[in-house]
């Protein structure tokens, strides 16, 4: 198992279905598995039911993705924020942080200003600030690559 964590835009999905093919894997992106559960929009369900909420559900459809072998999986940009996430990943996957710059990152993300402004509280803060997710992705990290999608 390969597991890929980074920031929103970093690339985890795109980086995740191109290795998987290149190593005869499958590839799983959690958040697809959590709305295909939830049978609504990750977005949706999180204004309704709240952070906490979501982010049980996560551990509990990270848990399960984890036990699938010889699969690489893209993991949501936040699922290393939760302690129970970062012990899953570590002890259940070979954990590769992805890495863009800040411009690829707005570049990429630059259809999305909605969930960009999301993470921003009305002071205009970062509600969960980007060092975080960076910070404790590279504490669980087995290795790190530079994300240099077009």
């Known amino acids: 198992m390969i597991a890929l ?10 980086v995740g279905r191109h290795l998987a093919r290149q190593i005869g894997w499958r590839f799983a992106d959690s958040d697809v598995e959590i709305e295909r559960e939830l049978g609504e929009s990750i977005r949706s369900y999180f204004e309704k039911a709240g952070e906490d909420s979501f982010r049980s559900l996560e551990t509990s ?3 399960s993705l984890l036990e699938r072998p010889s699969m690489v999986l893209a993991t949501g940009g936040g699922a290393v924020l939760r ?12 954990v590769v942080y992805l890495r863009a710059t800040p ?11 909605s969930s960009l402004a999301e ?28 994300s240099r999608l077009a």
């Open 119 to 146: 993470r921003c509280d009305r002071s205009g803060a970062r509600a969960v600030p980007d060092a975080a997710i960076c910070g404790v992705g590279y504490r669980i990290a087995d290795g790190l690559a530079e």
């Open 61 to 63: 459809v990270l848990a």
């Open 103 to 113: 411009e690829d990152l707005a570049r990429r993300l630059r259809h999305e200003q």
């Open 83 to 94: 302690e129970a996430n970062r012990k899953l990943l570590s002890e259940r996957a070979k």
């Open 5 to 14: 964590v980074g920031m929103p835009g970093s690339g985890k999905s795109t």
